[in-house]
């Protein structure tokens, strides 16, 4: 299992994909900010956006990777796997956008929803609990930071937490 998740400039259609990280465990996630100016037409940036992620635009200029690099790094890695994402509309969104614009068919990589695979998990072990309490339970644990390598550990983390509790449930 893979977990990827994104940042971006901000949700609009113009918009697009400023850090991208992807692992599967915690341990192995690699993380790359994404340098806009490498790219035609990535010159959206949303205010809104960037309090929430807190990546400044001069830090992608400065630090950012050729989305394009990423783009064939995340092929070479993620092609056939089976990806999870907390947020598949908008992950899917940024990563059609960044394989698109770097020249790859988005369908090579395919984001599936976090969420629908552990609630089916939750409801064969434990048919009386939601999904949505456990993440409440758990999300109190979660930083305020919104960066795509910690989303990412903290997602693993939340599998191992529900994983934990079906290993010492006695269905």
């Known amino acids: 299992m893979y977990i990827i998740d994104f940042e971006a400039s901000g949700l609009s259609k113009s918009s697009y994909p400023i850090e991208v990280a992807w692992g599967d465990s915690m341990k192995t996630v690699t993380s790359y900010l994404l340098n806009p100016e490498k790219m035609d037409d990535w010159t959206d940036w949303n205010l809104k956006s960037f309090e929430f992620h807190g990546i400044p635009r001069d830090d992608l200029v400065k630090k950012g990777k050729d989305p394009r690099r990423v783009a064939s790094h995340m092929i070479d890695e993620l092609a056939g796997k089976t990806v999870y994402s907390d ?7 940024w990563k059609d956008r960044l394989l698109i614009d770097s020249g790859y068919d988005p369908a090579l990589i395919r984001i599936k ?11 064969i072990h434990s048919p009386g609990k939601r999904f949505v309490d456990l993440f409440q339970e ?5 930083s305020t930071c919104h960066r ?3 989303d990412v550990i903290w997602l693993f983390k939340f599998v191992e937490f529900v994983k934990d509790l079906y290993s010492k449930s006695p269905n």
Not at 87 to 93: A, G, I, L, S, V
Not at 138 to 142: A, D, G, N, Q, R
């Open 113 to 123: 929803n976090l969420k629908y695979f552990l609630n089916k998990m939750i409801k």
């Open 148 to 150: 795509a390598d910690s």
């Open 138 to 142: 758990f999300s109190t644990k979660k």
């Open 87 to 93: 947020e598949p509309k908008f992950d899917n969104m």
